[in-house]
């Protein structure tokens, strides 16, 4: 469906799945994100489900478009509640009641100074590796506990802690990777942790500036010169980070034993890492509008960035994670079916995605890799693969390996000014 029949952008609807808590007088910006059937449409809040939000079916005499912005408000009814849905202006007609108006406004100014961070933060925004890069590089001239360093102990100690959030395969039984090191690294990045009081990710990060901005001096980094990596999304697909090596300035500057220099150039780095961070809280939140028109890869409802120790240095992995809305899986009881999405690219490896759905005990995975050499290579492994998993007592319907990568969706236009480059 291109456009909106009606011509109000009001549209009287009756939730088909469990109600989340709402409470009348309640207006809810939600977005269209699926079409069940000819008259059911499913709305997703808050990034979903798995975020926080919510989803709920409801059905009415007219559908809105797929990607359509929109509010759910919920009235006091003759029977009991009775709901609503309201299109933001960009959709709706001119007609719309003077209430359902207000709060389609509100939401509009609302888009309007998220979409103004987003823009900014994407100009600032670079990846964890050339971060890591440059911790690596930092901590061989200057290690932690070094007396007389080039930088003050609170830096060095507090660069030492970022080591501590990779996904390491040393640091586990055998020496591999498996899913309680996966979980653990995941609660670490997250601060969702065992260890009381153990900072996220974010947290670490914040501290980190702090106490470089304070040994910079005042001193304000060279501009960026590399090009930074394509933002965390929902819906368009992730891409690993390769390990980077430290910049040349800030080898320079460790060369000249320049601390005030070092740090500021750090300083830029560890800000750069975190307006990332906050772009993919906001994909997180379904707030980066890069679900448009994509359809079911649009449900994802969580993207992150996780460190990875890769031959000694730190590439790091993006994932996607969702719960799977596939009809039949919503309401009581319903048994877990998830979907993970994830990439790595390594010098070894080239990059490399997959997508996995976990349906209660039966598993489907799809492997990409752009190298032909190491999809043929995955294809062999695959029958062993498939009886690893066996013992792990799941139910393989659906194992792949594809040469080359998948396609991204149609990027929405407009959403960003490159103004990096």
Do not use: C
């Amino acid at each position: 469906m291109t456009s909106q029949s009606n011509q109000s952008g009001v549209v009287a609807v009756r939730p088909v799945s469990r109600v989340p808590m709402l409470n009348v007088g309640d207006v809810i910006a939600v977005r269209v994100a699926k079409h069940l059937t000819d008259n059911v449409m499913r709305l997703i809040a808050g990034g979903g489900a798995g975020a926080g939000g919510f989803q709920l079916d409801v059905e009415g005499q007219e559908m809105l478009p797929l990607g359509t912005r929109a509010t759910l408000s919920v009235e006091r009814g003759p029977d009991g509640p009775r709901y609503q849905v309201s299109a933001a202006p960009q959709n709706a007609g001119q007609g719309a009641p003077q209430g359902a108006s207000s709060a389609a406004s509100g939401e509009a100014a609302a888009l309007a100074r998220i979409t103004a961070l987003a823009t900014s933060l994407a100009a600032r925004q670079d990846g964890l590796s050339p971060l890591y890069g440059g911790l690596a590089a930092t901590l061989a001239a200057a290690p932690a506990g070094a007396a007389g360093g080039l930088l003050p102990p609170a830096v060095t100690s507090a660069l030492a802690s970022l080591l501590g959030f990779r996904l390491d395969p040393a640091g586990t039984r055998e020496g591999r990777l498996d899913g309680p090191a996966l979980k653990a690294a995941l609660e670490g990045v997250t601060g969702r942790g065992a260890a009381s009081g153990a900072p996220s990710l974010d947290e670490a990060l914040n501290g980190l500036l702090r106490v470089l901005k304070g040994a910079a001096g005042g001193r304000e980094a060279p501009a960026r010169q590399a090009t930074p990596p394509p933002l965390p999304g929902i819906s368009r697909h992730p891409r690993g980070e390769k390990p980077a090596r430290a910049s040349g300035e800030l080898i320079s500057a460790l060369l000249a034993r320049d601390g005030e220099e070092a740090a500021a150039i750090l300083a830029a780095k560890t800000e750069a890492a975190l307006a990332r961070l906050r772009l993919a809280s906001l994909a997180s939140r379904g707030l980066l509008a890069d679900g448009e028109g994509a359809g079911d890869a649009a449900l994802f409802d969580r993207v992150l960035d996780l460190p990875l120790v890769v031959g000694g240095q730190s590439a790091v992995i993006s994932l996607q994670i969702g719960r799977d809305d596939t009809p039949g899986h919503d309401g009581e009881g319903a048994h877990p079916a998830w979907r993970l999405r994830f990439a790595l690219d390594t010098e070894a490896t080239g990059a490399v995605e997959a997508l996995v759905g976990l349906d209660g005990p039966r598993l489907f995975a799809s492997l990409w890799a752009v190298r032909e050499d190491i999809a043929a290579d995955l294809n062999e492994r695959l029958p062993r693969l498939a009886a690893t998993l066996a013992e792990q007592g799941l139910e393989v319907v659906d194992l792949k390996v594809t040469s080359g990568l998948p396609d991204d969706p149609p990027a929405p236009s407009g959403q960003f000014v490159d103004v990096v480059s």
